[in-house]
């Protein structure tokens, strides 16, 4: 599919006025329209249900004018557009749809009308992110479970994880078994946390760069782990409808150039990233004499890079995890980037008892910036006294959308 400007699109000789609202539209054309030639003009607001504008705009079935495109989709930001190109509609082409926000909210019916259409327009007013987050549509590459959008895609959606390495047991639940072994043990893990009516997503936290005692050769303190060791764990987690996140304990390195290594896995739509402070050194640290920390500015340009990275491979939003269980962890916390592209969470991942636990969680949440984060919990078998159950975990405040287990 190609963009072009609207005049080269042929509008019919009596259509001035449609394109007098319509100026500098981009055109997406994509293959033969499943739709077909015979769709009437229609509304659709963000959930999906035919709308009162949708109602006032709809015309009666008519011959199209011969310069009318079949399946041509017209997405406009509100009403009073919807309106005037409905009138036209025997001149424009097919449907109208209406998207007053994040293109990837629209409902399953609309996204379904725009992916079988032959030509979708882009009308003024619509957000700068409009052109990727249709190509994101038309791709339909989704989310395991379905969807574009991480937790805002019209039902609660909670992902449930083990932790761990693939090669050892001593760092987490995951490295306990295989990775079939641990799609069988997450269904027992995530048992309850859908007791709100959310729709649970399972998956693996994947410990990908592991802090080290040692510098190691190149001095970080940070031992990679082989794309190859990770591969068979991405694999199964696709087949199954699971999601992976790959975690990064980089020592002295920065978390750039970590998660780069690893930049074929984080293409893919299925796979997202998380960061720990809490093993990032200074010059001349090392681990286990201090707690780690990371600037905004750091975090930022990994945001940056992730974004492009979604928006290069008409990808789902794209979750990225930053730990914190100490206000130091993050320096310029309400610095940190949230673009569309990513959801990016806040894994309060403390340990200790469960009033020590909620002290830590009420002091992050609290925070002046905490509304621009999504929120998770981490539970620890061995480290936990007692560990919290999934109605505990259920009734903090704000909502908790990811629960690990190590």
Avoid: C
């Avoid at 009666?60 to 190109?85: H, K, M, N, S």
């Amino acid at each position: 599919m190609h963009t072009s400007a609207i005049s080269e699109d042929g509008l019919a000789s009596g259509s001035s006025s449609a394109s007098s609202i319509v100026g500098a539209v981009a055109t997406t054309r994509g293959g033969p329209s499943a739709s077909g030639a015979g769709l009437a003009p229609v509304g659709f607001d963000q959930e999906g249900s035919r709308n009162a504008s949708a109602d006032s705009i709809a015309v009666p079935t008519a011959t199209p004018a011969p310069t009318a495109v079949p399946g041509r989709v017209w997405l406009v930001p509100d009403d009073e557009q919807a309106a005037t190109l409905a009138a036209h509609g025997h001149q424009i082409g097919n449907t109208v749809i209406v998207a007053t926000g994040d293109l990837r909210a629209l409902s399953p019916q609309a996204m379904k009308t725009i992916r079988d259409a032959s030509d979708v327009v882009l009308a003024p007013g619509l957000s700068d992110d409009a052109p990727w987050q249709l190509e994101a549509i038309r791709r339909d590459r989704q989310l395991p479970g379905g969807g574009l959008l991480m937790f805002d895609a019209g039902f609660d959606r909670r992902m449930v994880a083990v932790y761990g390495h693939p090669s050892t047991s001593s760092l987490g639940v995951l490295g306990e078994q295989g990775p079939e072994e641990g799609v069988e043990r997450l269904q027992s893990i995530a048992e309850g946390y859908d007791a709100d009516g959310s729709v649970i997503l399972p998956a693996f936290e994947i410990i990908t760069t592991v802090a080290s005692a040692s510098a190691g050769s190149d001095g970080d303190y940070s031992a990679m782990t082989a794309r190859d060791v990770i591969r068979p764990w991405i694999e199964t987690a696709a087949a199954n409808d699971m999601y992976v996140v790959l975690d990064l304990q980089s020592g002295r390195s920065d978390f750039l150039t970590q998660a780069k290594v690893y930049e074929e896995f984080l293409r893919l739509p299925h796979v997202g990233l998380a960061l720990d402070p809490e093993w990032r050194l200074k010059p001349h640290q090392v681990h286990l004499e201090q707690i780690g920390t990371v600037d905004a500015a750091e975090i930022n340009r990994v945001v940056e890079w992730l974004a492009g990275v979604v928006r290069e491979e008409a990808l789902p939003q794209k979750l990225l995890i930053l730990h914190q269980f100490r206000y130091s962890m993050i320096t310029n916390r309400e610095a940190i980037e949230t673009p569309p592209e990513l959801a990016v969470l806040i894994h309060m991942d403390g340990q200790g008892s469960m009033q020590a636990k909620y002290n830590t969680w009420n002091a992050l949440t609290t925070m002046a910036d905490a509304d621009q984060f999504h929120w998770g919990w981490k539970n620890f078998y061995d480290e936990d006294s007692p560990m919290a159950t999934p109605e505990q975990v259920l009734d903090l405040t704000p909502n908790s959308v990811f629960v690990s287990f190590q």
